[in-house]
């Protein structure tokens, strides 16, 4: 057991993150050789930062021609047809909550549920910080922000903010980062295909619900209509095992074959290949 593209990662990932993960791996070994069960030391098993890393890295050691045909076949799944140009790839990036909706939670939270959170927020400047999105694409015309769930849901709130789900969050601020880059937005979820399909998890109704413009705007009400109309593109779910799938179909050819089994490996054991 091994950190996979370490390379990749020390490029992409900063050394704090770098760490976390080789933790993981280490504390993992460690309990696999004295057959401990102990759930904080096999973080390494169900840790979603690194299946976001190891189902979209090999996208970092390709030639351009390769990224953007994965790439493009991402969006093909989710019915986007457009032409991408330069692709670059990030992983666990903040983005800061938009002004507008900040100035909306201050009078929203003065109706708060829980008083010491109503209270709380009157000596707070700021009530949200930012959202970290798992992993981005970046293309000439289009910003790819990217949602991975294994076990977990989406959370339904924020401190402050009670109806405040994960991936309003991310379209929410998505939309303001659009606007600033002058793309177009594209908030894609990637989840184990039972998990969605049996409808387990509040995220399969909330990505249904997005389908239609209008429920989006109910969920971010700081924005317009129009201004939803004119930047999000696309709201779109994939599941994990094909767009592993996808992604290894394209690159594995540009890895030693050690690196490929060992990150087959890893999928299979979390029954994503």
């Not at 070994?29 to 299946?51: C, T």
């Not at 009157?122 to 970046?138: P, Y």
């Not at 317009?224 to 593109?233: K, Q």
């Amino acid at each position: 057991m091994r950190f996979i593209f370490k390379d990749i990662a020390q490029k992409l990932l900063t050394k704090d993150r770098v760490l976390k993960y080789q933790t993981w791996i280490e504390e993992a070994e460690k309990a696999r050789k004295v057959g401990s069960l102990n759930e904080k030391k096999n973080q390494y098993d169900k840790a979603e930062e690194l299946i976001t890393f190891y189902t979209f890295a090999p996208l970092e050691r390709v030639p351009d021609e390769v990224k953007n045909k994965v790439v493009q076949e991402i969006l093909n799944l989710i019915g986007i047809n457009e032409s991408v140009g330069e692709v670059k790839l990030y992983f666990e990036r903040d983005l800061p909550a938009p002004d507008s909706y900040l100035k909306w939670l201050s009078e929203e939270v003065k109706h708060h549920s829980i008083r010491y959170i109503r209270k709380g927020a009157e000596t707070r400047k700021r009530l949200e910080g930012s959202t970290q999105v798992d992993a981005i694409i970046e293309t000439d015309n289009l910003l790819i922000l990217i949602e991975v769930k294994f076990t977990s849901d989406i959370s339904p709130y924020t401190k402050f903010g009670l109806v405040r789900n994960q991936i309003a969050r991310v379209v929410d601020v998505g939309i303001s980062e659009a606007q600033r880059q002058q793309k177009k937005l594209v908030a894609l979820l990637c989840t184990p295909s039972e998990l969605f399909i049996k409808r387990s998890r509040l995220y399969y109704y909330k990505m249904q619900e997005y389908s239609d413009l209008s429920n989006v705007k109910s969920d971010i009400p700081w924005h317009t209509i129009d201004e939803i109309r004119r930047t999000l593109l696309k709201t779109g779910w994939i599941s994990l095992e094909e767009i592993i799938k996808l992604v290894y179909r394209s690159t594995g050819k540009y890895f030693n074959q050690t690196d490929i089994k060992e990150v087959e490996q890893f999928f299979k054991e979390r029954m994503l290949f």
